[in-house]
C-alpha cells in the first residue's frame, strides 16, 4: 500500500495536518481528499522533472569528459612548440647580450689603461711642478731672510742715531740752564755782567757747535732714512714718472703714491699727487674717516689721505700745483709758494702761501686757514647749511667755497649746471663749469 512508501509517510504527514487543519476550520472529509490528491499529482510530476534532469546531466558530464580529453592534449601541444620557441628566442638574445657586454668590456678596458697612462704622465708633471715651486720658495725664503736682515741693520743704526739725539738734546737743555744761573746774577751787578758775557759768548759757541753736529747728525739720519724709504717723490733717484712706495721718515708703515715728473709750464719734476679726478670713476662724496686714510687708486682717480698730507708738511717747507682742465681742450694752472695741513686735532686746516698761474685770480686764498670738512664732519663757517653736504663732496670750505675740486663728476654735455655742485674753480670758469679733470700734487722746495 502506498502508507508504506516514504512518499506516502509524507502524504500521510500532510493528510494528518490537513485533516487537523481542515477539522480547526470546519472543512469537510472530502475537500480533504481532494487536496491531498492534488498534492499527490504535484509531488509525482516533481520526481519526474527531476530524474529528466538527472539523465540529461549524466549524458552532458559524458560528453565533456570526452571534450576535456581533447583539449588537455592541444593544450599539452601548443605549450611544447611555445617552450621550443621561446628558448630559441632566449638563447639567441642572449648570444647578442653577451656579445654586446664583450665590446663594452673590451672599449672600458682600453680607456683604462688611457686614464693609468694620462695619471702616469699627471704624476710626472705634478712631481716636477712640486719640486720647481719647492726651490722657488726656497729661493724667495733667502731674499726675504736676507732683505730682513739688512732692514734690521738700517733700523739699528736709526736707532742709534735718535739715541745720540736725545743725548745732545739733553747736554743742550743742560747748557741752557746753566746760562740761565750766569745770566741771573747780572740783573743786579753791571760788573758781573760784563764778565759773564765772555763766559757767555763761550757757552753760547759750544752750544752752536754742538747744535751744528746735531743738525749734520740728524741730516744724515735723514737722508740714511730717505735712501731706504723715500719720503717723498724728490728724494728719488730716479726721474720716472709712476707708482713708489713712500715712507716718512719716523713713521714704520710705507704707502703708495703717484710721482709725477712732468716739466708742467716749465716747472720741473718731483710732484707727489694727492688729488685726482678724471673721468667720475671714483665717488668722492666720502665720510671723514675715508678722507684721512684715503681712497681709489693712486694710479687713477684718488684721494691720497688728510694725515699722509700733514705728515708730509710738518718738517719741511713744501709747494702746491693745481692742473686744471676744461671740456674744450683748454688748461690752467695754480701755484702756491707754501702748502701745509695741520694735525686731525686742528681738523687738517689748510694753510698756503702766494699765488701765481693762469687759473684767473687766486681762488684757493678764500679757503686759506680753514679747517676740513665732509658731510660727517661739519667744519666750515657757515650757520645755514652743511657746505660738504650741500656742494656734494668735501673740503676746506669756508662760506662755502670758491673753488671746491672734490664736488660732483660731470661729464661734457652735463657739465653745465647751477646747482654749485660740481668739480669747481670759480675764478677760471665760474660756478656753472665742471671742470673735465684736476690735479693736485706738492713737492719739497728746496730753499
Same mark, same amino acid.
Given at each position: 500500500?502506498?502508507?508504506?512508501?516514504?512518499?506516502?509517510?509524507?502524504?500521510?504527514?500532510?493528510?494528518?495536518?490537513?485533516?487537523?487543519?481542515?477539522?480547526?476550520?470546519?472543512?469537510?472529509?472530502?475537500?480533504?481528499?481532494?487536496?491531498?490528491?492534488?498534492?499527490?499529482?504535484?509531488?509525482?510530476?516533481?520526481?519526474?522533472?527531476?530524474?529528466?534532469?538527472?539523465?540529461?546531466?549524466?549524458?552532458?558530464?559524458?560528453?565533456?569528459?570526452?571534450?576535456?580529453?581533447?583539449?588537455?592534449?592541444?593544450?599539452?601541444?601548443? $605549450?611544447?612548440?611555445?617552450?621550443?620557441?621561446?628558448?630559441?628566442?632566449?638563447?639567441?638574445?642572449?648570444?647578442?647580450?653577451?656579445?654586446?657586454? $664583450?665590446?663594452?668590456?673590451?672599449?672600458?678596458?682600453?680607456?683604462?689603461?688611457?686614464?693609468?697612462?694620462?695619471?702616469?704622465?699627471?704624476?710626472?708633471?705634478?712631481? /716636477?711642478?712640486?719640486?720647481?715651486?719647492?726651490?722657488?720658495?726656497?729661493?724667495?725664503? $733667502?731674499?726675504?731672510?736676507?732683505?730682513?736682515?739688512?732692514?734690521?741693520?738700517?733700523?739699528?743704526?736709526?736707532?742709534?742715531?735718535?739715541?745720540?739725539?736725545?743725548?745732545?738734546?739733553?747736554?743742550?737743555?743742560?747748557?741752557?740752564?746753566?746760562?740761565?744761573?750766569?745770566?741771573?746774577?747780572?740783573?743786579?751787578?753791571?760788573?758781573?755782567?760784563?764778565?759773564?758775557?765772555?763766559?757767555?759768548? /763761550?757757552?753760547?759757541?759750544?752750544?752752536?757747535?754742538?747744535?751744528?753736529?746735531?743738525?749734520?747728525?740728524?741730516?744724515?739720519?735723514?737722508?740714511?732714512?730717505?735712501?731706504?724709504?723715500?719720503?717723498?717723490?724728490?728724494?728719488?733717484?730716479?726721474?720716472?714718472?709712476?707708482?713708489?712706495?713712500?715712507?716718512?721718515?719716523?713713521?714704520?708703515?710705507?704707502?703708495?703714491?703717484?710721482?709725477?715728473?712732468?716739466?708742467?709750464?716749465?716747472?720741473?719734476?718731483?710732484?707727489?699727487?694727492?688729488?685726482?679726478?678724471?673721468?667720475?670713476?671714483?665717488?668722492?662724496?666720502?665720510?671723514?674717516?675715508?678722507?684721512?686714510?684715503?681712497?681709489?687708486?693712486? /694710479?687713477?682717480?684718488?684721494?691720497?689721505?688728510?694725515?699722509?698730507?700733514?705728515?708730509?708738511?710738518?718738517?719741511?717747507?713744501?709747494?702746491?700745483?693745481?692742473?686744471?682742465?676744461?671740456?674744450?681742450?683748454?688748461?690752467? @694752472?695754480?701755484? @702756491?709758494?707754501?702748502?701745509?695741513?695741520?694735525?686731525?686735532?686742528?681738523?687738517?686746516?689748510?694753510?698756503?702761501?702766494?699765488?701765481?698761474?693762469?687759473?684767473?685770480?687766486?681762488?684757493?686764498? @678764500?679757503?686759506?686757514?680753514?679747517?676740513?670738512?665732509?658731510?660727517?664732519?661739519?667744519?666750515?663757517?657757515?650757520?645755514?647749511?652743511?657746505?660738504?653736504?650741500?656742494?656734494?663732496?668735501?673740503?676746506?670750505?669756508?662760506?662755502?667755497?670758491?673753488?671746491?675740486?672734490?664736488?660732483?663728476?660731470?661729464?661734457?654735455?652735463?657739465?653745465?649746471?647751477?646747482?654749485?655742485?660740481?668739480?669747481?674753480?670759480?675764478?677760471?670758469?665760474? @660756478?656753472?663749469?665742471?671742470?673735465?679733470?684736476?690735479?693736485?700734487?706738492?713737492?719739497?722746495?728746496?730753499?
Amino acid at each position: 500500500m502506498c502508507f508504506k512508501t516514504p512518499v506516502c509517510s509524507v502524504l500521510w504527514i500532510a493528510i494528518t495536518v490537513i485533516m487537523n487543519s481542515a477539522t480547526a476550520e470546519h472543512e469537510t472529509f472530502a475537500i480533504v481528499i481532494h487536496k491531498i490528491e492534488k498534492f499527490e499529482q504535484n509531488i509525482v510530476d516533481k520526481l519526474q522533472t527531476l530524474y529528466e534532469l538527472v539523465k540529461q546531466a549524466k549524458t552532458d558530464a559524458s560528453e565533456f569528459h570526452h571534450d576535456s580529453i581533447s583539449i588537455e592534449a592541444l593544450a599539452s601541444n601548443i $605549450i611544447e612548440k611555445l617552450e621550443v620557441t621561446i628558448m630559441r628566442k632566449l638563447v639567441t638574445h642572449l648570444e647578442q647580450h653577451s656579445n654586446h657586454v $664583450i665590446a663594452k668590456l673590451a672599449a672600458l678596458t682600453t680607456k683604462v689603461q688611457q686614464m693609468a697612462d694620462s695619471n702616469q704622465n699627471l704624476r710626472i708633471i705634478t712631481d /716636477n711642478l712640486l719640486v720647481g715651486q719647492r726651490e722657488q720658495r726656497e729661493k724667495q725664503l $733667502i731674499s726675504v731672510k736676507d732683505d730682513l736682515q739688512s732692514h734690521r741693520s738700517h733700523v739699528e743704526q736709526v736707532k742709534a742715531n735718535e739715541t745720540e739725539y736725545h743725548k745732545l738734546q739733553n747736554s743742550t737743555n743742560a747748557q741752557h740752564e746753566e746760562v740761565i744761573v750766569k745770566l741771573s746774577p747780572l740783573t743786579t751787578n753791571v760788573q758781573q755782567m760784563a764778565d759773564s758775557n765772555q763766559n757767555l759768548r /763761550n757757552i753760547t759757541d759750544k752750544i752752536v757747535v754742538s747744535l751744528s753736529g746735531v743738525e749734520k747728525q740728524l741730516n744724515v739720519s735723514y737722508e740714511t732714512n730717505t735712501w731706504m724709504n723715500p719720503s717723498s717723490c724728490t728724494t728719488l733717484n730716479i726721474n720716472v714718472t709712476g707708482t713708489y712706495s713712500i715712507r716718512f721718515f719716523g713713521v714704520a708703515e710705507n704707502f703708495l703714491a703717484f710721482c709725477d715728473f712732468e716739466n708742467y709750464y716749465n716747472l720741473g719734476g718731483g710732484w707727489t699727487v694727492f688729488q685726482r679726478r678724471i673721468d667720475g670713476g671714483v665717488n668722492f662724496f666720502q665720510n671723514w674717516t675715508m678722507y684721512k686714510n684715503g681712497f681709489g687708486d693712486v /694710479n687713477g682717480e684718488h684721494w691720497l689721505g688728510l694725515e699722509k698730507l700733514h705728515l708730509m708738511t710738518r718738517w719741511a717747507r713744501h709747494e702746491l700745483l693745481v692742473i686744471l682742465e676744461d671740456h674744450e681742450g683748454g688748461s690752467a @694752472y695754480a701755484l @702756491y709758494d707754501s702748502f701745509q695741513i695741520g694735525s686731525e686735532a686742528q681738523k687738517y686746516n689748510l694753510t698756503i702761501g702766494k699765488y701765481s698761474g693762469t687759473a684767473g685770480e687766486d681762488a684757493l686764498s @678764500y679757503h686759506n686757514g680753514m679747517k676740513f670738512s665732509t658731510f660727517d664732519q661739519d667744519n666750515d663757517k657757515s650757520d645755514d647749511i652743511n657746505c660738504a653736504e650741500n656742494r656734494y663732496g668735501a673740503w676746506w670750505f669756508s662760506n662755502c667755497a670758491n673753488c671746491h675740486l672734490n664736488g660732483k663728476y660731470r661729464r661734457k654735455g652735463e657739465h653745465l649746471n647751477t646747482d654749485y655742485q660740481g668739480v669747481l674753480w670759480y675764478q677760471w670758469k665760474g @660756478y656753472g663749469y665742471s671742470l673735465k679733470s684736476t690735479k693736485m700734487m706738492l713737492r719739497r722746495r728746496s730753499g
